[in-house]
Structure formats: structure tokens, C-alpha cells
């Protein structure tokens, strides 16, 4: 597609159970973030890849968070024992080296 | 410690006034800059960035913004809102080719 993809668009989970979340990023992108945006909040960095670069997981908040990204395409981002406080939009970006970021929808994550 | 600050949270403007949002960064080179903007319940959408040359860059929807160096500054404008202009706005940095931090956002209401 043309632009960036994520999904689901939503997700509905409960306490404990560990969620993937998935970006399709623009063909070519060879960068890729994943942020957090808690309700009303700013954008909170949490993850970057970069070629085969080792990631830049500098932002992930605890280890129950992870992400994968195969080559320069698809990437997952892994939520293991969700916490009501993991209730938040999870945006996924993709750029080239130097341009500006194009993010996705976006996927709504809802802990009960 | 390395920033970016939108030093307002919550801006409440008459459609048809001039609007500016204040964005400062705090990273030792000129970074590549960036405004986001975040509609209600959409993706992040650029509206202009700046890389080097002309300090003052224009954007889509009537926006634009000037870099000052000696202020660290990239406050973003627009010389008359119209009510579709209601929405977040993020200011965004970019220190190298690694990085990208976003400030904490600013929020524009347009009143009738």
C-alpha cells in the first residue's frame, strides 16, 4: 500500500494476556518507531529500528514490552501480561534515513 | 538533558485571529524540525519541516514556521484559524539520523 499499515485497528483485552500489534511500513522505509499515546497525552517514544542496526529500545517502559522487525518490512510489537495502564493508541512510523516521519492509524489497545 | 518543549498545553483561539504555537528544542546542532499535526480520532499528519536553508518554511494549510538558532525556537503560525484547525499539534525533532522526540503537545480550540 501507500502509506503506513497497523493492525488491529482496535483491541479489546483483558488483564494478563499478552497482545501483538503489527506495522506495515512504507516499502523502502528503512526506518521504524513504535510510540505510545496514553489518552490526552503526548507521543511517547518507545522503540526504533534502523537497517540491521541493533533497535534503539531505549524507550520500551518495562520488559514485558517487545518488538521484532524482519529486514526492512513487517514489525511486531509484543505486550506480555497487559497492564490496565497499557490502555493507550500505539502508532507505528516509518521514514528514509534523513526525511520526516509518516505514521499510521494507529491501534487502539483496551486492557479491562 | 536533550528536550523538545511546547510550552503551552491548552490554546483557545477566535476563528479568524492569528494563531502561534511555541515549540524550543535543546540539542547541540541544528536539528532537522518538524510540526504534527493530530485531528480528533486521526493519524498524525505533517504540515511543514525544516532542514536547512530559509528559515522560514511554509507548510499546507496556510501554516508556517521559522527557525531561529539563536532562540532554539520553531514556533509555528498561521495568520487567520478557521474552526477545521481544532486539534493537537506537535512539534518534533529530529538530532541525527537515529532520533526523533516529539514535545508533549499543544492543543487548539477555535471559538466561533
Known amino acids: 500500500g501507500a502509506g503506513v499499515s497497523q493492525s488491529p485497528s482496535n483491541k479489546v483485552t483483558e488483564k494478563g494476556k499478552d497482545v501483538e500489534l503489527r506495522c506495515d511500513p512504507i516499502?523502502?522505509?528503512?526506518?521504524l518507531y513504535w510510540y505510545r499515546q496514553r489518552l490526552g497525552q503526548g507521543l511517547e517514544f518507545l522503540i526504533y529500528?534502523?537497517?540491521?542496526?541493533?533497535?534503539?529500545k531505549s524507550g520500551l517502559p518495562s520488559d514485558r514490552f517487545s518488538a521484532e522487525r524482519t529486514g526492512e518490512s513487517v514489525s511486531t510489537l509484543t505486550i506480555q501480561r497487559t497492564q490496565q495502564e497499557d490502555s493507550a493508541v500505539y502508532l507505528c512510523?516509518?521514514?528514509?534515513?534523513?526525511?520526516?516521519?509518516?505514521f499510521g492509524p494507529g491501534t487502539r489497545l483496551t486492557v479491562l | 538533558a536533550q528536550s523538545v518543549t511546547q510550552p503551552d498545553i491548552h490554546i483557545t483561539v477566535s476563528e479568524g485571529a492569528s494563531l502561534e504555537l511555541r515549540c524550543n528544542y535543546s540539542y547541540g546542532a541544528t536539528p532537522y524540525l518538524f510540526w504534527y499535526v493530530q485531528s480528533p480520532g486521526q493519524g498524525l499528519q505533517l504540515l511543514l519541516k525544516y532542514f536547512s536553508g530559509d528559515t522560514l518554511v511554509q507548510g499546507i494549510k496556510g501554516f508556517e514556521a521559522e527557525f531561529k538558532r539563536s532562540q532554539s525556537s520553531f514556533n509555528l503560525r498561521k495568520p487567520s484559524v478557521h474552526w477545521s484547525d481544532a486539534a493537537e499539534y506537535f512539534c518534533a525533532v529530529r538530532p541525527n539520523n537515529n532520533d526523533m522526540r516529539f514535545g508533549a503537545g499543544t492543543r487548539l480550540t477555535v471559538k466561533p
Open positions: 529500528f534502523q537497517g540491521n542496526s541493533a533497535p534503539d
Open positions: 516499502s523502502g522505509h528503512t526506518a
Open positions: 512510523a516509518s521514514s528514509l534515513i534523513i526525511s520526516e516521519q509518516f
